[in-house]
T-cell receptor
Framework: GNSVTQMEGPVTLSEEAFLTINCTYTATGYPSLFWYVQYPGEGLQLLLKATKADDKGSNKGFEATYRKETTSFHLEKGSVQVSDSAVYFCALSASRSSGDKLTFGTGTRLAVRP | KAGVTQTPRYLIKTRGQQVTLSCSPISGHRSVSWYQQTPGQGLQFLFEYFSETQRNKGNFPGRFSGRQFSNSRSEMNVSTLELGDSALYLC???????????????FGPGTRLTVT
């Protein structure tokens, strides 16, 4: 079946540090890949997405590239801010013909210190 | 455009009772999915509805059920509540299909269910 593996957290960084959160996946076919962010007490917000190999998703300074050869979709940001403190989820959706089910990783908590 | 709304936001129930949660998708979205989020199991898919039909189902017992109405609003029901059903229940909707590629889902704020 489909699965997503994320690096364990928590990740603690100082403001303006470089961020990488690793994500690898297992899926049949050609899934779409997503990063979602969850702030305390809230639902999930879509951060970025990529729908095919070598696509780069980007939003709010965050980037992730769909690497089919390594089945990875690592999240990066060049300079984190305190406001980026949240839980980040990597997810995949295998095929719309089988519905819109998302398979999530376990989430990585990020804490950014001033 | 209004986002996905869920009611109620918080709920406290007693073991053995049943509960109904409601979700209104973004206007124009016809697919609604439900997820359970717990600290131990993370985010788990419950089921998905499209045009009033269940299109996909996760690995949850039959106590968990759902339905979708003609206006795309959805409800999920949990009968005979157990302590382990305490969780954040998230609803998400997807835009109408313009092709075969999977589309992103937009999530509501969730309903926090506590079973005592």
């Amino acid at each position: 079946g489909n699965s997503v593996t994320q690096m364990e957290g928590p990740v603690t960084l100082s403001e303006e540090a470089f961020l990488t959160i690793n994500c690898t996946y297992t899926a049949t076919g050609y899934p779409s890949l997503f990063w979602y962010v969850q702030y305390p007490g809230e639902g999930l917000q879509l951060l970025l997405k990529a729908t095919k190999a070598d696509d780069k998703g980007s939003n709010k300074g965050f980037e992730a590239t769909y690497r089919k050869e390594t089945t990875s979709f690592h999240l990066e940001k060049g300079s984190v801010q305190v406001s980026d403190s949240a839980v980040y989820f990597c997810a995949l959706s295998a095929s719309r013909s089988s519905g819109d089910k998302l398979t999530f990783g376990t989430g990585t908590r990020l804490a950014v210190r001033p | 455009k209004a986002g996905v709304t869920q009611t109620p936001r918080y709920l406290i129930k007693t073991r053995g009772q049943q509960v109904t949660l409601s979700c209104s998708p973004i206007s124009g979205h016809r697919s609604v999915s439900w997820y359970q989020q717990t600290p131990g199991q993370g985010l788990q898919f419950l089921f998905e509805y499209f045009s009033e039909t269940q299109r996909n189902k996760g690995n949850f017992p039959g106590r968990f059920s759902g339905r979708q109405f003609s206006n795309s609003r959805s409800e999920m029901n949990v009968s005979t509540l157990e302590l382990g059903d305490s969780a954040l229940y998230l609803c998400a909707s997807s835009p109408p299909s313009l092709g075969l590629g999977p589309y992103e889902q937009y999530f509501g704020p969730g309903t926090r269910l506590t079973v005592t």
